[in-house]
C-alpha cells in the first residue's frame, strides 16, 4: 500500500524539522511538500538536511497550490500571520488539513469552523498525547472538586514564544469554565499589587518565558486540607510532531467536519 502523502506548512520552524523527522521515519506517510513563507532565505533548501537528517529530496518552496496538488492531506504548524490564505487554499484545493498553529484570534477560528463545512480539519491547540490526557484529567478533577478547591494553571515555555497564554493553557482553560460552569469574568491572567481576599470561583493564569523550554503546564487545585496538581512536561517536540502526523494519517478518508485530539486518540 502506498504511503500517505503530507504536505507541511512551516517547515521549517522547530515543530516543522520535529514532524519532517517523524515522517522520514515513518512505515505508513511521507513528506509531500515542505512550504516555507514567501522570501525565505531556505527556498529550494533540502528539507531533510535542515532537519538534522539525511536528504528527503524535497526542497523548501512557497508554493503552496503545488503543495496542495502532490499532496493527500496537509499540516500547517506556520504562524498566524498567513494561516486564512494557508486555510483558503486547502478549502480551494479540496484537501482535508491538521492545524497547529497557535495565537489565532476569534476571527481566524470563526474561520476554521466555517472552512470545516467543506474539508475535513483537525484543530487542536496541542497534538502531544500526554496533553490530551491532561485536557481529560482537567474536566474529570474539575467537575468532582468543583468550588471546594481554588484553581490555578501555569504554563512555561522557551523565551522566544510570542503568545502568551499558550494555546494550550487557554484550552486548559475553556475545559475548566465549562466543567465548573464559569464565564470569563472569573479568569484573571497574572497578579499584581493589592487584591481582595480571593473570590471562590477564580481561575487564575500564569506564565512563565525563559530558557529554552520545550514547553510545561500545570493545574493546580488547592483546598485547605490539599493540594492536587496535573501536570504534562514535554522533552521532546517529537511528542508533538508524532501527535500530528496520528492526526493527518486520521483525516485520511474522513468527511468533511471539524474534528479534535480527542477524535483522533479516541478518548
Known amino acids: 500500500m502506498s504511503k500517505l502523502k503530507i504536505g507541511l506548512i512551516g517547515a521549517n ?21 515542505a512550504v516555507v513563507k514567501e522570501g525565505s532565505v531556505y527556498t529550494d533548501f533540502d528539507s531533510g538536511i535542515h532537519s538534522g537528517i539525511k536528504e528527503t529530496g524535497i526542497t523548501f518552496s512557497s508554493d503552496l497550490e503545488t503543495a496542495c496538488e502532490n499532496s493527500d492531506i496537509l499540516i500547517d504548524f506556520s504562524t498566524h500571520t498567513g494561516f486564512s490564505k494557508n486555510l483558503s487554499v486547502a478549502v480551494s484545493k479540496k484537501k482535508p488539513i491538521v492545524i497547529g498553529t497557535t495565537g489565532l484570534n476569534d476571527l481566524e477560528k470563526k474561520e476554521i469552523v466555517e472552512a470545516s463545512t467543506h474539508i475535513p480539519i483537525v484543530f487542536s491547540p496541542n497534538m502531544s498525547v500526554g496533553v490530551n490526557l491532561l485536557f481529560k484529567l482537567t474536566e474529570i478533577a474539575a467537575k468532582v472538586l468543583q468550588d471546594d478547591f481554588d484553581v490555578e494553571v501555569l504554563d ?11 494555546g494550550t493553557a487557554q484550552h486548559i482553560k475553556e475545559v475548566l469554565l465549562k466543567a465548573l460552569e464559569r464565564k470569563e469574568e472569573n479568569v484573571i491572567y497574572g497578579r499584581h499589587g493589592m487584591y481582595p481576599e480571593r473570590d471562590s470561583k477564580e481561575i487564575a493564569m500564569h506564565t512563565m518565558r525563559a530558557g529554552e523550554v520545550i514547553g510545561e503546564h500545570t493545574v493546580f487545585f488547592f483546598s485547605p486540607e490539599e493540594r492536587i496538581e496535573i501536570a504534562h512536561k514535554a522533552q521532546d517536540r517529537k511528542t508533538f510532531a508524532v501527535g500530528a502526523v496520528k492526526a493527518a494519517e486520521f483525516l485520511s478518508g474522513k468527511s468533511k467536519g471539524l474534528y479534535n485530539m480527542f477524535d483522533v486518540l479516541g478518548i
Open 156 to 166: 512555561i515555555h522557551h523565551r522566544h514564544k510570542k503568545d502568551s497564554p499558550s
Open 13 to 33: 520552524g522547530r515543530m516543522g524539522r520535529a514532524i519532517i523527522q517523524v515522517l522520514t521515519a515513518s512505515n505508513k506517510s511521507q513528506l509531500s511538500a
